[in-house]
């Protein structure tokens, strides 16, 4: 997986003089080097070192109590992987990379997330099944306040051509920003919440397709950071706004690369292959929601009767559902619509994966589609429609993680402990510091420090 001659040119190509070489921790958040010209033939080699103490850190920076990793664990690295590397186009001179991480002498460290999602995806493709992942994520253009409220930088309506306008010094720069760093866009646009934009990515691997939108969703946050305002992709930033979402879009192609989701006879209905990989997913929405909507901020977004999936339930066309298949005929897919940009995307792709892997293997059955409009239903609503209401808070949702074998293995014996215990510690952070109990859905001070600008 390492090549460092490889990534040399990569570098020498796009005229790059200094690499930021960067891993994500749990929640998200790019943790980074950077490397100058009399450094880097070594680090293309060997990467550089971290302490895996970093990785029983909270998103607030703090270490959790009684540690796994501790101050004796040792260090792991990360070698620069040729096929991210990237131009920055805000910073002249400067590539981005991301890597494999590897113990101190070279061998693969099983505690890498990126690692977890290609060895997931390579399961599949070993059945005959090539994946294809496109990503869609809201953002906010958000001044904070002194108090560290929440202000929208803009008041325009959804769609609206003139907010586009206003803001186009800004997302014109986002445009062809992804496309100086080879990135492929779908489109960007004004969404429903005052100030609230959303990035559409075209489809790749899903590999790829993490490593890209994370770059994309780090370059418009350096962007408006730049323009002295602040893009935040925070589930919830406000309980009067909407919230963001992160959508993961799948499809699944067979070794002929011909559609594996749509039933070739029917072009309103999917495949048997189709239909198990919804089982799968559905089976493990409760656990899949720790690894896709990892905060408490995260389920005061997940609600019922918005427009955010609040129970585990498939649909043909209907945008609040957990599974949408967007329309009939040719291009069907599955669109997974729970997960938000707290999470740690190679963990959250690589579970949804494992859940459609684990629906294949076991031949699961799904239910029909709700044939309703479920953005509006309540519990009990959806109870007698057989769909059970997602983990409506994270410790419920961590028990459920923890309870479930397929992501359990998927995560492996080093990720899966380290990522609960930092986000129980989150939760009771959130607990003892926010002022609210556990079912509150207001939004708390505590929470736009700990996410606004981190997320």
Known sequence: MIDAEAARLQLDSIGARYLWITYHDFAGVARAKAVGPDRLDDALVDGVGWAKANWDLAITDHQVPDPGFAADSGDFRVVPDPATI??????????????????????????????????????????????????EAEFY???????????????????SQAELDARWWLLEAVLEGVSTMGIAAHQIAKEYGQGQYELSLMPSGALAAVDAFLAARDLIKALARDAGVVATFMPKPHEDHPGCGLHVHLSLADAAGDDAIGDPHDAAALSPTGLAAVGGLLAHAAGQTALGSPTPNSFKRLLPGSWAPAHAMWAIGNRAALIRVPSPGAGRHLEYRSGDASANLYLHVAGILAAISDGLDRRAEAPRPVPVDVGHLSDAEAAALGAARLPSRLDKALDALAADAVLCEAMGSIVLPHYLAVKRFEWASYLAESGLAADDVHVSAWERAAYLEHV
């Open 141 to 159: 253009l958000a001044r904070p306040s002194a108090d560290g409220s929440f202000e929208p930088a803009d008041h325009g309506r959804m769609f």
């Open 86 to 135: 990237r131009p920055l186009p805000h910073r002249a001179g400067v590539a981005l990379a991301y890597g494999w991480m590897t113990e101190p002498d070279g061998t693969a460290w099983d505690g890498d997330p990126r690692r977890r999602l290609a060895a997931v995806e390579e399961s599949l493709r070993t059945r005959g099944l090539s994946v294809s992942v496109g990503i």
